[in-house]
């Protein structure tokens, strides 16, 4: 039996049954679909999550209060109270720290924030005036909180555009108007470019007003969250990380590094720990779409098993007038890999469309992991190998006479 009489053999048994075909095929289609989908989703994820940290500031380290170590946290940066406004001026001041462009003190809180009938719960940052340089903050109108600001404990601030439409509507230029932050009024003076993201760090849904106005008049501490370093060069990261943490331990009269009461991370940090909790996320999908290729392919072994009983008395007539057992083999097999590799097929336009659909309407990146649809194609012809070879071994196997007298 040549090629074209095996294709057209395995064609002709197929369509025989077209439902039955359909819906061995699916089980296919899905796994297939599923596998290359989700794959492509978490790596879109990945790059969004990474897109969004690397668009808070390029060679940024951050001082955050308390001592965070691998399995325990002495103390979390939302209760310790380590950090103040004096270390960020002192770390800016310091002439020895040449390769430092430029140093942040910041403090973060949720608050209530209201324009006329509008409000909304949102991000509240005390900020100085390098925060825009170190986080590559960018105005689209207006400008952003300057010194004077900060010593005069101004009751200005800068919205992100997100905030600004929510408060005033989609398109308003906020530069000007009044709003309100826990009963407290303050003048818009610019509004920041979206950088897009989501979540905790969207820098889309924010508020930045002086950092003395928030420490004083809003919020009434004598601390700050966090202290934002930008680095001139990438390659003095850990050289800087170092210095300022010694530094910062000279200055705070500890005699024990490992005592430390603050951490120091950069983006990298950061950056390495999202990536692998999304790839840990993307391969555990990815196994979990693999299922129902398992599942799709005892469904075709179960349809050609099906197929073997009820073509047995064709079986036993081949063999009767002389086809080999390999022939029999070979003619069962092909079509179980015909119907896995329709499928795959079938699957992979299934699985890219399902990924971009997905991706256009929330807003990821839409990423196509090749490497993924080859394996599925792959694994699909595998299955077909896999799960065909018992059939077309028990149709093989089949003794002529008794296959004739089958009813």
Known sequence: MDFSELVSSAFEALTLNKLRTGLATLGIIIGI????????LGQAGQKAVETQIQSLGSNLLTIIPGTVRPGNIQSAS??????????????????SFTEIQSVSGEILRRAQVVAGRNNTNTQVVGVMPPYQNVHNLTMQNGAFIEGRDVSGQGKVAVLGPTTASNLFGEGVNPVGKIIRINKLSFRVIGETVSKGGSGFQNQDEIVFIPLTTAQKQLFGVAFIGSIAIAVKNPESMNDIRDRVGYFLIARHKIAD?????????????????????????????????????????????????????????????????????????TQFLFEAIMLTFAGGILGMVLGIAISYIISYFINLPFILVWSSVILAIVVSGGIGILFGWYPARKAANLSPIEALRYE
Do not use: H, Y
């Open 78 to 95: 939302g209760t310790s109270t380590t950090l103040t406004l004096e270390d960020a001026k002192a770390i800016a001041d310091n002439r």
């Open 33 to 40: 679909g599923s596998v290359i989908a989700l794959v492509s």
């Open 257 to 329: 590094p490992a005592n430390a009461d603050f951490t120091i991370f950069s983006q990298a940090d950061v950056l390495g720990a999202a990536q692998q909790i999304t790839g840990i996320f993307t391969t555990l999908l990815g196994g979990i779409a693999a299922i129902s290729l398992l599942v799709g392919g005892i469904g075709i072994m179960n349809i050609m098993l099906v197929t073997v009983t009820e073509r047995t008395r064709e079986i036993g007539l081949r063999k009767a007038l002389g086809a080999k057992k390999q022939t029999i083999i």
